[in-house]
């Protein structure tokens, strides 16, 4: 999947990422004082990672905890798809189980990116289904599939580099803040919009923090670093609270010491029970870190595996040789 995004990190240096940033010291801490929601930021003392565990058990919708990994939220099957003459996905069938760090790779022209958009709705599927939670979402738009709890990071657009990481938060797209963060905060009470906004902008806090980004909150977004960026957008798709998150390509122009932090996060939010699907390049880095690593190419599946399955295989290898590794 190619990556346009860094190259749009703006003429402004990146806020310097440093071992001071792993513990939240950035030129961006000198101005988190005069943020004019800073102040709103406790609500009731409970730390974010309580919240977000809260999430996760108080939804009984969500991340319902299967301990024995079989139950599937998402299923697709048969996918194809053609451009014209160019069949990019052809026959295409896998589940992802709860709970579980799924990767999707594959050489250059794989198909993985289109996969990838057949299942978050940016494509129509030639043929194929695609299922979550047991509901055949094939065909419904990115944001109907999003409030589903199916959600996918979004690189930071052009005019959002322009806005702070906190408004980027509050605007994350309305498909962004999905149906179930609003059923989780407000099961019943129809709050007044303040409210609404009081409970949006305490969640907002909540994921920042989670994503040691907070320090960061009144920094512009196109000042981040590429690896900061990446934590924005994570930090975006979890404000859905869903149930599966679709990673393209998240360690993608970022430095060695964030990536860890990011693996880090994705590894306590698949403690708590998120599912990921990871579309990446780096193959070591789906092979440390996955249960379950899917290959693809030319558009089919050639081998879906553990990674030590998948190492083992000649197939994957020969593909890989063959390919532009
Ligand atoms: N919109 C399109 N129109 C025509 N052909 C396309 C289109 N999108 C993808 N393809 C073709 O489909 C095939 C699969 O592409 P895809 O981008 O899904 O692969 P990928 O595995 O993500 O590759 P990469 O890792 O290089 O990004 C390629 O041959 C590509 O040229």
Redo the contacts with the bound molecule.
């Keep these: 999947?190619?990556e346009t995004d860094e190259s749009a990190a703006g003429e402004s240096p990146p806020v310097e990422e440093t071992a001071a940033d792993a513990d939240g010291e950035t030129a961006a801490d000198v101005d988190e004082g005069a943020s004019p929601t800073a102040g709103d930021r406790s609500v009731d003392g409970s730390s974010p990672d309580a919240d977000l565990t809260a999430l996760v058990e108080d939804d009984p919708d969500t991340h319902a905890g299967d301990d024995d990994g079989r139950y599937a939220p998402l299923e697709v099957e048969g996918l194809r798809k053609e451009?014209?003459g160019?069949t990019?996905v052809d026959d295409v069938s896998f589940d992802v189980e709860e709970g579980t760090l799924t990767g999707l790779i594959?050489p250059?022209?794989?198909?993985?990116?289109?996969t990838f958009n057949l299942i978050t709705g940016m494509l129509d599927p030639t043929e194929g289904t695609v299922r979550f939670n047991g509901e055949d979402i094939t065909g419904l738009q990115p944001h109907e599939i999003a409030n589903r709890g199916l959600a996918r990071t979004f690189q930071i657009a052009r005019e959002l580099e322009e806005m702070t990481v906190l408004e980027n938060m509050m605007l994350a797209p309305k498909g962004q803040i999905g149906e179930s963060l609003w059923r989780s905060i407000m099961p019943v009470t129809r709050g007044s919009v303040r409210e609404q906004e009081t409970e949006q902008l305490e969640r907002v806090w909540e994921v920042l923090d989670f994503f040691e980004i907070d320090h960061l909150a009144d920094e512009y977004a196109g000042n981040l670093s590429g690896g900061q960026r990446k934590l924005l957008e994570m930090a975006r798709a979890l404000l859905t609270d869903p149930d599966v998150l679709l990673l393209d390509e998240p360690f993608a122009g970022v430095n060695p010491t964030l990536e860890k932090r990011l693996l880090e996060h994705i590894h306590e939010l698949r403690e708590r029970g998120y599912t990921f699907l990871i579309v990446e390049?780096d193959m070591d880095l789906i092979m440390n870190n996955c249960e379950r690593v899917i290959v693809?190419h030319q558009?089919r599946i050639l081998k879906d595996g553990t990674p030590a399955e998948i190492k083992e295989s000649e197939e994957v290898i020969e593909a890989y040789l063959g390919g532009e590794v």
């Design positions: 999947m190619s451009f014209g160019i990019a594959g250059n022209g794989a198909g993985k990116s289109t390049h693809m558009g």
